[in-house]
């Protein structure tokens, strides 16, 4: 998995039959370098027509080199890399060909996992929550808990564990709750230069701008009922008048952006949750968990405290997502993404070798 914060690229093995989990493997991390992200950046916004041959190269020669270590793996999940998120008009676009990377690995690559869902009406994202229902089965959740996912944008699934299936209707809603790392990084890569802001050191140092929060989440997109998702740059104009503020006083607004998404988010939740279990990078951030301590009537847990690693948890739903898709299963349903109907998005791409 190589999300949108453009940190580099996650990896991490799963033993599942697409239902269960019956273990965890070995994990890893290959960081982008500074140039690396420079030429990812360059493609941001863009669309397949456009010539991107750099930015593809790129992205599967990164995750070759990340993957090449999982000899033994039955089937690889590839993300790739999202340039552009359009599902208003059923389009979206993860750069990367899963069949370069099947021939690379000589093993089967399982890929494009979200056009299906967006062409059929869907939002395409998140697409986790099928995982995140996995994880609630097998940690034991007796009753309804939340995964709060802060990559570069934050995503939330609410879960009821006592469904039989993730597509079964009540089991799971899940939605992007706004932007989250993304923007705070870019600010501390722009001034500070550095890739995020370490435990919230900056934004504690800062000064909340509240009228600039209260405008931020003025924005239609926090009223509008989920299933919903967002592209990286959704709140751009919001976000610029933000980013005008002195360096210091811009991390700590948008932080305090991110918490007040998250508690507007959980109001959409058919029943309240006892737990909120945060992964992704943003949960590393010790400012911006107590500020997500403070607004939400739940108890806000470092899903590492459970025994799930909580920087591969995206890396390891593609994992299981992969095999689902190899089995025919459904990836996303209505509650997730708003498809009308639960689909199996994803290509399976053997090695040319074994065609």
Known sequence: MSGTSLDGVDTAMVLTDGVEIAGFGE?????????????????LGCWPEDDLADVAELVETVHAQALSYYGDAELFGFHGQTLSHDPANRRTFQIGDGQVLADVLNAPVVWDFRSADVELGGQGAPLAPFYHFALAKHIGAQEPVAFLNLGGVGNVTWVDPLRAKPEDSGALLAFDTGPANAPINDVMQRHFGKTFDENGETARSGTVDDELVRAFMAHPYFSQLPPKSLDRDSFRGELSDIEQLRPQDAVATLTACVAAAVARGVQFFPEP?????????????????????QSLDAEVVDVDHIGIDGDMLE??????????????????????????AAVGGGIVSKPTAAT
Do not use: D
Request: aromatic residues 10%; proline residues 2%; contains cysteine.
């Open 273 to 293: 949750v006892s737990h909120v279990y945060v992964c992704g990078g943003g949960r590393r951030n010790t400012y911006l968990m107590e500020l997500l301590a």
């Open 27 to 43: 994990s890893g991390f290959r960081a982008y370098t500074a140039a690396e992200q420079n030429v990812l950046r360059s493609g």
């Open 315 to 340: 890396a390891q739903a593609f994992a299981y997502l992969a095999v689902r898709v190899a089995r025919g299963m459904p990836t996303s349903c209505t509650g997730t993404t708003g498809v009308a």
